[in-house]
């Protein structure tokens, strides 16, 4: 079974704290995302990578950036976090360009305050 | 415009009721196609692709009408496990992007 593991479940932070939320995934997936979703807004993608060391933009990247060093690992930074974060992020991975499906890890639910 | 869009509902159907659910697609590039559900409090999880020409999956049948953009979700004989929200996926192949619609829920009661 795939499996995508994300470190924390819960994290609490404080404005202006910088913010590491990382995943990991074990099926040499190429490509990874990071998502967040908010009531009533769904699912959106703030940024995704389909290479070791390579990445782009998703829909809403603003206040955030993300490194990917190792192929199986993918890390969301939150610079300085602000309370219009807080929100669950979930990390998932996909085998390729063609139609496969995305595997999300369990989610992160983070508290800016 | 987004580029997925479902009702919200909630949908409160009945034990062994027929339930239906439509999703809109504004990118007609868009490639691949998927249903997937998400327990409360849980990652959403693949529940089944959707091919041009319909498929089936026990209760479950998915269909997709490239010409009017839109893809359904049929569940018969509802199970109170069916209670869910339902997300409708979509695909881009030439940038790898799966955009999500913000999902259909249902609650099925005995």
């Known amino acids: 079974d795939v499996k995508v593991t994300q470190s924390s479940r819960y994290l609490v932070k404080r404005t202006g704290e910088k913010v590491f939320l990382e995943c990991v995934q074990d099926?040499?997936?190429?490509?990874m995302f990071w998502y967040r979703q908010d009531p009533g807004l769904g699912l959106r993608l703030i940024y995704f990578s389909y290479d070791v060391k390579m990445k782009e933009k998703g829909d809403i990247p603003e206040g955030y950036s993300v490194s990917r060093e190792k192929k199986e690992r993918f890390s969301l930074i939150l610079e300085s976090a602000s309370t219009n974060q807080t929100s669950m992020y979930l990390c998932?991975?996909?085998?390729?360009?063609?139609?496969?499906?995305?595997?999300f890890g369990q989610g992160t639910r983070l508290t800016v305050v | 415009r987004k580029e997925v869009e479902q009702d919200p509902g909630p949908f409160n159907v009945p034990e062994g009721a027929t339930v239906a659910f439509n999703c809109t697609y504004s990118n007609s590039a868009s490639q691949s196609f998927f249903w997937y559900r998400q327990d409360c409090r849980k990652e959403p999880k693949l529940l089944m692709s959707v091919y041009s020409s319909g498929n089936e999956d026990g209760r479950f049948t998915a269909q997709l009408n490239r010409a009017s953009q839109y893809i359904s979700l049929l569940i018969r004989d509802s199970k109170l496990s069916d209670s869910a929200t339902y997300l409708c996926v979509v695909n881009l192949y030439n940038f790898n992007k799966f955009y999500f619609g913000s999902g259909t829920k249902l609650n099925v009661k005995p």
């Open positions: 099926m040499d997936h190429e490509n």
């Open positions: 998932a991975s996909s085998l390729s360009l063609t139609d496969t499906e995305a595997f």
